[in-house]
């Protein structure tokens, strides 16, 4: 039977990280940290944590300033996110993990690799983008997405949408599962997550942050490769152009597209996406 899901709250770089454990303790099963993106919270994982857990300690945070974790004042740049998730393995006493990250977590998932490849045993990330590294000129062919632009105006877009959260949020999770949507309770998780102006403009502070975290990436790459194992997972929209940035600046990189997949992969797609994690992880 899949291991049941235990709620911390752990204190690491200035902040309390709200986290959900589940698995055997450190030292008894290799570790496994998923990072979310946005608009998700820890929960985007509920299809899948119970299958790793057979497995893995499966650590699964929300982001700084998202779900339950401090509404902090800044730090959303994509290395001072990886210094909460370097943290916050060490202050579960984890020497060694698999990270995962998606969408707003895979540029710290990214950099934590290249800070502390001893730290990460092996790297899957998911449907985003890594700053302005080549490579994804076909998925920009037509410009960023829309709401990057809106969300990047300090200000703008929490003002716009209080009181309207439930349907900005709808929004993301349709066109993230091509019209499928997600269980009702996932659902409204993430709507009580990203409800009220403070917790819109934290999560529109990640937006904000890009251009620190491009600029952070640009510094990685230039000084060093990636030396972890690593998978790269497509879906749509972002598709191969993930991978097409990675595979100049990585030692060891796998492409995989899932096909007939929205964004949102762990909830669209939980089964195609748990192969192709047992097949790279184990």
């Keep these: ?34 990072m979310h993106g946005f608009p998700h919270t820890w929960q985007l994982w ?13 650590i699964a945070p929300d982001l700084r300033g998202l779900g339950a974790t401090t509404r902090a004042a800044d730090g959303y740049d994509a290395e001072n996110l990886a210094i909460d998730a370097e943290a916050l393995l060490a202050a579960l ?3 060694s993990a698999a990270v995962v990250g998606i969408d707003a977590g895979t540029p710290p998932a990214f950099l934590l690799a290249m800070r502390r490849p001893d730290l990460v045993r092996q790297l899957v990330l998911m449907e985003a983008l890594l700053g302005r ?16 632009g809106f969300h990047a105006v300090p200000g703008l877009a929490e003002t ?11 929004w993301f999770l349709a066109a993230g599962t091509q019209g499928r ?34 600029r952070q ?22 598709g191969p152009a993930l991978y097409h940035q990675l595979r100049p600046i990585a030692d060891d990189v796998t492409g995989r597209d ?10 669209d797609r939980p089964e195609a996406l748990l192969a192709l994690l047992t097949e790279f992880l184990l």
């Design 1 to 34: 039977m899949p291991a049941p899901i235990e709620l911390l709250r752990v204190p690491v770089n200035g902040i309390e990280v709200n986290v959900a454990v589940s698995g055997a303790g450190a030292g008894t099963r290799p570790a496994l940290l998923l």
């Design 160 to 170: 716009v949408l209080t009181g309207h959260e439930p349907e900005y949020v709808d």
């Design 181 to 214: 949507g997600i269980p009702a309770d996932v659902r409204d998780a993430f709507v009580a997550a990203y409800t009220g102006t403070e917790s819109l403009r934290c999560a529109f502070e990640h937006y904000r942050a890009m251009p620190t975290t491009a």
């Design 93 to 95: 006493n984890i020497d």
């Design 46 to 58: 509920t299809a899948v944590i119970g299958p790793l857990s057979e497995h893995y300690q499966v």
């Design 217 to 238: 990436i640009e510094a990685a790459t230039a000084g060093g490769r990636l030396t972890v194992p690593t998978l790269a997972i497509g879906a749509q929209p972002v």
């Design 133 to 148: 590294l080549p490579g994804a000129e076909d998925f920009l062919s037509g410009g960023a997405p829309w709401w990057f």
């Design 258 to 267: 899932i096909a007939e997949c929205g964004h949102i992969i762990p909830l």
